[in-house]
């Protein structure tokens, strides 16, 4: 692909800066965008145009059903985290095991597409057939994050993304949370 990798302590950064390997990225992703940041997308396509008189399509939000490709795994892989809980009542009585993806409920700019993610993360939880859950905190400075929450954690759920992330897998770390 072309770039820069950059290491931090906790996470590792991608700087793609040069015309050719932006163009590869813009022509490998283009159509397999699934939330509101395609509106940041299209407006990289729209720079192009106006400074280089490339002509890309602006395609649409991928509606296709979630568990035909890859996407949701990258999302999990990025956005997701896997838990290992005891349930106790006095003692410890029971393993809960679970998959998360907590996302904010509005993208921070206007879309043309709609500024927000419950569209994307109603698709998660009908294939997962688990109930979305709204979720609020008050952060540093009094700032309020609103955001949407999708859980596995009962048998059904546990084994729909099993069996898919057997047949997509994770590319981080996580990987090793779903090995057999």
Same mark, same amino acid.
């Given at each position: 692909m072309g770039g820069? #990798?950059? &290491?931090?302590?906790n996470y590792c950064k991608l700087l793609i800066k040069f015309?050719? +390997?932006v163009l590869r990225v813009? =022509? #490998?992703?283009?159509?397999?965008? @699934?939330?509101?940041?395609?509106e940041a997308f299209h407006r990289i396509i729209q720079w192009y145009y106006f400074k280089y008189n490339y002509n890309i399509n602006l395609?649409? #939000?991928?509606?296709?059903?979630?568990?035909?490709?890859?996407w949701l795994s990258g999302y999990i892989d990025a956005d997701g985290s896997f838990y #290992?809980?005891?349930?106790?009542?006095g003692?410890?009585?029971?393993?809960? =095991? !679970?998959? @998360?993806?907590?996302?904010?409920?509005?993208?921070?700019? +206007?879309?043309?597409v709609g500024i927000s993610y419950l569209n994307i993360l109603s698709r998660i939880t009908t294939l997962l057939s688990v109930n979305l859950q709204?979720?609020?905190? &008050? @952060?540093?400075?009094?700032?309020?994050? !609103?955001?949407?929450?999708?859980?596995?954690?009962? !048998? &059904?759920s546990n084994y729909i993304i099993l069996s898919y992330l057997l047949k997509f897998p994770l590319f981080s770390y996580k990987y090793r949370a779903v090995q057999v």
């Open positions: 820069n #990798l950059y &290491i931090k302590n015309k050719p +390997s813009i =022509y #490998l992703i283009n159509g397999y965008m @699934r939330t509101p940041k395609i395609l649409c #939000l991928d509606q296709s059903p979630l568990n035909n490709n890859s #290992l809980n005891w349930l106790k009542k003692r410890a009585t029971n393993l809960q =095991y !679970y998959m @998360r993806v907590k996302q904010r409920q509005n993208s921070h700019r +206007s879309s043309l709204s979720h609020y905190r &008050i @952060r540093k400075n009094h700032f309020q994050e !609103y955001s949407y929450k999708v859980r596995s954690g009962n !048998y &059904i």
